[in-house]
């Protein structure tokens, strides 16, 4: 059986955008259909990752070049303007130190034995905390039940010692599913080779807590070539609870200040005239 | 390749990782473009100048492979002097006759008197050479060459003097391509073409749906073999099919004019008995030499004991044909009031087809329907649910079809096999059950069969003897009767006769009726009795060859022409390219493949000039299926619109043709001149000034009839759509997201809009040209429906092979839900209002009949 920390490599470079991992996902788990509607925002209809969208790729039509993806590797200008089309599927991140997990009063959120972030369905109670916990939008509660649903790492496929069905179905070995360490060397060689071959805008998101200390590093994390916006991606995802501690020294200090001011002016009251 | 064939894409993304240069030519930026490492927009239509000024680069810079080209080519060959090309005559070769058609003598080899084909279709269209002896390719070894190709009328000079036109200025001007982009693909191409390194060509039928679709794939053919790209790993040109197993529909076969294995269909009056067949069709040289040994096995699988030497083996119970049969030409003859009866099985021609409404008004005609397919789909709805119903102007009532419609059984839920695109068959096993009525097509036709030989068997009549004599004597498994399909493979392989053993292979197929063979390229499928399609050997237990894995025709070797991979001597060109080569201890060819040539005939042997048959294969003829062997980069026969491609204009197009301004289109075009067929022939005609192409998307199959139930791709592009560019959204004043009218000489439909940067104006023949995208996944039944882009197609074809003109024609957009669903077919009147006041000419004086052509003077 598989063990140990896994996760998702993204490498969007070699994304062509046929959403195999969208219609995977959703038929290994059995996910209903988010409604029929033309969004008119290039190829994506599916819009955002939700409670019932657990892979979701987006497309960002761009006026600039991007080396070996639509324009020449040399930087050569030959045709007709800058241009290039990125296509990201995303996925929960499944991150290090999970906000959702951490804001979920009822323990229907844990972390597997995989080190994946799991809700658990019958333990859920639609509170909504993990929602507003989670700094990449990725939970959602679904209209009719109110609990909150997102990948699940395909947790009952690693149980089998299968790969999860995004990774299983994706053609291009864009989605690379494995063990975290052999992940992260596995992405730095291509960050490596990207960049030899000219290709210098390639650079991983959320790989470990050097590059994202707001999440600790995410499980599921990308190789990118554009700033995280583009993609949808927040630039410095922050748990909430990361912020705890600090919020609390502040709050004391603000208690210590009123108290002072309390203080203050009960003496100044009592030295009054 | 990424956007309708995304899981075959992955060798493709693999190559790239390994470091392979991705070149992509479209007209629109798809999925593919945004992988690749260059990527070339074209003017829709305009492929043949493009790859034409690739072929002209390739000569003029002197970077063919010499010793390829010389030895592998006709090039050396020399040509009948009564020979003109398209410089010579404005645009067309000798031979054009007014029957609208060519007499190819003019362009044979001198002193061979005509060259007969691998295949053809001579009966049909009366190839130089059919019934005549003398001319099926006797003295083919008596032609002359010039091996300094400098002879003025050896191909090669002649290949070169064809494209001097196709010069990068040209290719700017016709295809819309920047001279600086064209240069780079050029070089490109070269530098990674020679004895150490190939090029691959893959295309999908963008290429082919044009009145010159053949012709795309003949510039390909040329520029591949002057580069040295065939039957040499890497290389090759790749045909990446519509459906699945598409090609073994085409291999065994469901053509109209094709039987197993691409023997020609007999003709009535010139086949009347075997003799006159074989002598039609067999060629006196090389590999097609042995079809005899093809046909008869073939009649003694479907006649068994009833063929015997005496009845000619049954041949005349074989259908025959009368004519032209293809798709267009009988759907026109439907609504013409002239067919009784259609079967129509996994296709979906109402939507799926060119010019649906005209489809759906033959099918109005037809006495009885049946249509086999997963859902009720258009074409089993088109009395019910049609677009011209809902607006009434066809009464359901008024309908005489009978309609049958029987649901058929997936993939999953029956045993057989796919061919894929490198001819290679791979089984799949039943999963589960099909669910109520659900029933294969091997059930369908076998009991449909078996049906016909009850009502047949007490007729005397000599024309139901065919019927009678059907062997149809598979065993039958299970509470269905299904038939036992490992039967019906074992016949497709052959067995002999006598003892019912399988063949190894086609080799072993012999013309006394000793043999018999369902379909000759398929024999040894079943060698051994083993159903050598469903081996699954992993790659980490054998050769990078993968050998054991499935099964590929011919006779399982994964490379055809693999002689053409090592140098005359029998040697590999390069280390690095090493695949097949003459083993001089063995006396023998071999290599990771199974060779393709007569395993023990030294790359030394010079057949003597008399020499018959497979012993007229010399050692350096690699290409064995042609009469003299070698690579036509000039074909004397075997096409009905010249034997060098030109760049001709589609049927529609907004501009004249700017190489050939004498002559706009392709003069052999087949066109269908209906009142519910209109063309727009004006080019520069404000009232349909873009071009149209259709295409696929990933997210949906076809015309929709498998992807558009299914919730999960529905909401993935939920919606009919156009996709145009920024430059013409602002001119029209479309927004992203709305609605736009397109419009044809045929129909109109709406759709929504996409404004996209993929798209981009181009300027070609010294104007500015607008071309809006259609994916034609849509139609009018279905969890989610749509406008067909189909409907918008004209019938208009390619004379070799009667494929449809889906990828260029001309049309216009309004923004907003302007449609009144108007059809040509239907509504009486032409969409073209106001008529068009002239147009210039398409062809050259005299070249076709003009009864048909709108007026070409301006009205006085």
């Excluded at chain 2, 798209?759 to 279905?782: D, E, M, Q």
Aim: aromatic content about 10%.
């Amino acid at each position: 059986m598989t063990t140990g920390q896994m996760g998702f490599f993204t490498d969007t470079t070699l994304c062509i955008g046929c959403k195999a991992c969208e219609v995977a996902c959703k038929q290994w788990n059995q996910l209903p259909d988010d409604g029929f509607r033309l969004t008119g925002m290039s190829f994506d209809n599916t819009g955002q990752l939700g409670a019932s969208t657990w892979r979701h790729v987006a497309f960002v039509e761009r006026p600039e070049a991007l080396p070996g993806q639509g324009s020449p590797l040399d930087g050569a200008k030959l045709a007709d303007g800058a241009f290039s089309w990125l296509m990201m599927s995303d996925v929960c991140k499944h991150c290090e130190r999970a906000g959702c997990l951490e804001a979920c009063p009822t323990g229907a959120i844990l972390r597997t034995e995989f080190g994946s972030v799991y809700v658990q369905p019958d333990v859920c109670n639609g509170c909504g905390y993990c929602v507003s916990a989670c700094p990449f939008g990725v939970v959602d509660r679904r209209e009719d039940d109110g609990r909150a649903w997102k990948c699940t790492l395909c947790y009952d496929r690693l149980k089998e010692d299968l790969v999860p069905a995004c990774a299983k179905a994706c053609p291009t070995a864009s989605i690379q599913f494995g063990e975290i360490g052999e992940l992260k060397e596995r992405a730095r060689q291509r960050v490596e080779q990207l960049h030899e071959r000219g290709v210098g805008e390639a650079y991983l998101y959320g790989a470990d807590a050097v590059n994202q200390p707001g999440t600790e590093g995410l499980h599921a994390f990308f190789l990118l070539c554009d700033v995280p916006e583009k993609y949808n991606l927040p630039p410095d995802p922050v748990v909430p609870t990361k912020k705890l501690g600090e919020s609390w020294r502040a709050m004391a200090w603000g208690i210590a200040g009123l108290a002072a001011l309390a203080v203050g002016s009960v003496l100044s009251a009592r030295s009054g005239p | 390749m990424a956007e309708a064939h995304p899981v075959g894409f992955r060798w493709v993304m693999e190559a790239k990782n390994r470091g392979a240069t991705i070149i992509h030519v479209d007209p629109r930026f798809s999925r593919t473009s945004s992988v690749a490492d260059l990527y070339v927009r074209i003017r829709p239509g305009s492929d043949i100048a493009f790859l034409g000024g690739l072929v002209r680069y390739v000569i003029e810079n002197e970077r063919y492979f010499k010793e390829y080209v010389l030895h592998y080519t006709n090039a050396a060959t020399l040509i009948d002097e009564r020979f003109r090309d398209t410089e010579d005559l404005g645009g067309l070769f000798s031979g054009w006759d007014p029957k609208e058609a060519y007499d190819p003598e003019t362009w044979q080899y001198e002193g061979v008197g005509g060259v007969v084909p691998a295949t053809g279709h001579k009966e049909v269209f009366a190839e130089k050479g059919a019934g005549r002896v003398d001319l099926r390719g006797v003295k083919v070894l008596r032609r002359k060459e010039d091996p300094t190709l400098q002879h003025p009328r050896s191909v090669f000079q002649i290949l070169r003097r064809h494209f001097s036109r196709y010069t990068p200025e040209m290719v700017e001007d016709t295809c819309g391509v920047p001279q600086a982009l064209f240069l780079r693909v050029a070089e490109t191409l070269c530098q990674n073409s020679g004895r150490d390194r190939t090029s691959a060509f893959c295309y999908a039928v963008g290429w082919t749906q044009h009145t010159v679709g053949v012709q795309y794939i003949r510039t390909a053919s040329i520029l591949q073999l002057l580069l040295g790209n065939m039957g040499r790993t890497g290389g090759g040109i790749l045909a990446l099919r519509g459906h699945t197993t598409i090609q073994g529909s085409t291999d065994c076969a469901t053509l109209y004019d094709l039987l197993p294995g691409y023997l020609p269909m007999p003709h009535a009056v010139q086949d009347a008995k075997l003799e006159n067949y074989v002598r039609n069709n067999q060629p006196a040289t090389h590999w097609w030499s042995e079809m005899p040994k093809y046909i008869v096995s073939l009649l003694k699988a479907w006649y068994g004991e009833a063929a015997t030497r005496e009845n000619d083996f049954g041949f005349g119970w074989l259908p025959q044909l009368t004519g032209n049969h293809s798709h267009m030409t009988t759907v026109a003859d439907m609504a013409d009031g002239k067919l009784k009866g259609y079967f129509v099985m996994g296709e979906n021609p109402a939507a799926g087809s060119m010019n649906g409404a005209l489809h759906r008004k033959g099918l109005r005609k037809l006495d009885w329907l049946v249509v086999r397919d997963f859902p009720l789909n258009e074409t089993a709805e088109f009395w019910r649910t049609a677009p011209e119903i809902a607006r009434g102007e066809v009464r359901t009532e008024d309908i005489q079809t009978e309609v049958f419609f029987f649901p058929a059984a997936t993939h999953t839920e029956k045993d057989g096999s796919f061919t894929n695109t490198q001819r290679m068959l791979q089984w799949h096993h039943k999963a589960i059950e099909a669910p109520g009525d659900c029933r294969s097509d091997l059930w369908f036709a076998y009991h449909l069969g078996k049906r016909l030989k009850a009502m047949y068997a007490g007729s005397s009549l000599e024309r139901d003897r065919g019927i009678q004599a059907l062997t149809l004597d598979y065993p039958v498994l299970g509470p269905h009767d299904e038939p036992d399909v490992q039967a019906v493979v074992k016949e497709i392989s052959g067995f002999t006769v006598a003892d019912g053993k399988p063949v190894p292979g086609f080799t072993k197929l012999a013309d006394d009726g000793s043999t018999a063979c369902g379909c000759w390229i398929y024999s040894g499928v079943y060698a051994d009795g083993v159903n050598q399609a469903a081996r699954r050997k992993p790659r980490s237990q054998q050769s990078w060859v993968a050998p054991e894995w499935g099964w590929a025709w011919p006779a399982n070797r994964r490379l055809m022409y693999n002689r053409a991979s090592a140098d005359p001597e029998g040697k590999p060109w390069s280390e690095r390219k090493r695949y097949v080569w003459w083993d001089e201890a063995q006396k023998r060819w071999s290599g990771y493949d199974v060779p393709d040539f007569v395993a023990d005939r030294p790359p030394s042997y010079r057949p003597p000039p008399d020499a018959r048959g497979l012993a007229a294969i010399s050692g350096i003829d690699p290409f064995i299926m042609q009469a003299d062997g070698k690579g036509w980069l000039f074909a004397p026969s075997g096409l009905l619109d010249g034997p060098l491609p030109t760049h001709y204009e589609p049927l529609e197009s907004v501009i004249p043709n700017p190489i050939y301004p004498e002559q706009q289109c392709n003069p052999a075009r087949d066109e269908y001149p209906r009142r519910e067929n209109p063309y727009h022939l004006p080019y520069d005609d404000p009232r349909f000034p873009y071009v149209i192409t259709t295409y696929r998307l990933t997210e949906h199959h076809t015309a929709g009839g498998m992807s558009r139930w299914l919730s999960w791709l529905c909401e993935l592009q939920p919606e009919m759509f156009c996709e145009i560019s920024r430059e013409l959204a602002r001119e029209k004043g479309v927004e992203n997201a709305g609605w736009v009218t397109i419009t044809t000489a045929r129909a109109e439909i709406e759709c929504r809009v996409l404004v996209t940067d993929r798209f981009k104006p181009l300027r070609a023949g010294g104007r500015v040209i607008h071309t809006i995208g259609l994916p034609y996944h849509w139609s009018y039944v279905g969890r989610i429906t749509g406008d067909p882009a189909n409907e918008l197609i004209p019938f208009v074809a390619d004379p070799n092979v009667s494929i449809q003109e889906s990828k260029a024609f001309t049309g216009n957009l309004r923004p907003g839900r302007l449609s009144f669903g108007r059809r040509a077919a239907t509504d009486g009147v032409e969409l073209r209002q106001p008529e068009p006041p002239f147009s210039p000419p398409r062809d050259k004086p005299g070249v076709r009949d003009p009864k048909y052509l709108p007026a070409q003077e301006p009205p006085k």
